[in-house]
Nanobody, 120 residues
Framework: QVQLVESGGGSVQAGGSLRLSCVAS??????MGWFRQAPGKGREGVAA??????WYADSVKGRFTISQDNAKNTVYLQMDNLKPEDTAMYYC?????????????????WGQGTQVTVSS
């Protein structure tokens, strides 16, 4: 089992930045990803990282950056130039095969989420 704990969410104005962190209870040696879910919508993949390769949803390319500190079992999501449509609960995920990196059912472990709210 792996426990994931997210932090760093909050409320910002459009154009602002936030940095989300996800600490894993142990090294996962597998892909890790960030997903988000807005009210009334399904959970969508935002970014993923595996062996230094990264993937992004088209909606966040050029604005979000995923990174990993293996020594700290931590993955980060730097979010810049935030837009109101980025408002959602953001979840960290880990585990599974290195495929379907932006597909939620390909991950084994999930955090509880951290809320991000962007006002216009």
């Amino acid at each position: 089992q792996v426990q994931l704990v997210e932090s760093g969410g909050g409320s910002v104005q459009a154009g602002g930045s936030l940095r989300l962190s996800c600490v894993a209870s142990r090294a996962t040696y597998s892909k890790m990803g960030w997903f988000r879910q807005a009210p009334g919508k399904g959970r969508e993949g935002v970014a993923a990282i595996y062996n230094r390769d990264t993937w992004y949803a088209d909606s966040v390319k050029g604005r979000f950056t995923i990174s990993q500190d293996n020594a700290k079992n931590t993955v980060y999501l730097q979010m810049d130039n935030l837009k109101p449509e980025d408002t959602a609960m953001y979840y960290c995920a880990a585990g599974g095969l290195p495929t379907g990196v932006l597909v939620n059912h390909s991950y084994y472990y999930w955090g509880q989420g951290t809320q991000v709210t962007v006002s216009s």
